[in-house]
C-alpha cells in the first residue's frame, strides 16, 4: 500500500505530540457525506465526525464538529456560540474562509482560528474520526485532545430523533 501522504492536519497534531491514526477510504464526488465516509471505512457514524462552518450574526465564523449521521440545530448552534442566530456558509465561501474544500474540511489547521464547538457525544468516544484536511484521508483522535488543541467546547448541538442515512434523514 502506497505511504500516507501528511497533510497538515497531521504535520500539526505531529508537532503538538498527540497521537492519532489514520485511515484512508475511496470518496465519490457525487456523495462526499460523512455517512458515505463511514461506510466506506466500515465505522459507526456517529464516531465519524463532519465539520460545519457558520455564520454568527455577532461572532462572525464559527466551527462546529457533529456526527455524521446527524443534522445540526442552529438554535443550539446560535445559543453556545453566544450568537442570537448561525448560518451555515455557502460552499462556494469554505475555501477562501477556511483553507479546506468541501467533504476535506477539519476543525484543524484552518486559516484562522475560529470558536469551535464539538457535539459532546464524541466524549463517548476513545477516538474520533475527523477529515485530515483531504479528501478520502481521516484522522482518529481522542476528541479531548482535539478540543485542547483548537480551545473547543463541548456541547448538544444536533438536532433530536434525526438521523441521516446516505444523506437523507431517517
Known sequence: MAKTKKTNVMRILDKQKIFYTTKAYEYSEDDLSGVHAAAELGMDPAQVFKTLVGQGNKTGPVVFCIPSNKELDLKKAASCSGNKSVQLLH???????????????????????????????????EAVSL?????GQQVLVAPQDVAQLIHAEFHQLTMKDITLTEGRVR
Do not use: N, W
Open 91 to 125: 460552499v462556494k465561501d469554505l475555501l477562501g474562509l477556511t483553507g479546506y474544500i468541501r467533504g476535506g474540511c477539519s476543525p484543524i489547521g484552518m486559516k484562522k482560528q475560529f470558536p469551535t464547538y464539538i457535539d459532546e457525544s464524541a466524549l463517548q468516544y
Open 131 to 135: 477529515s485530515a484536511g483531504m479528501r
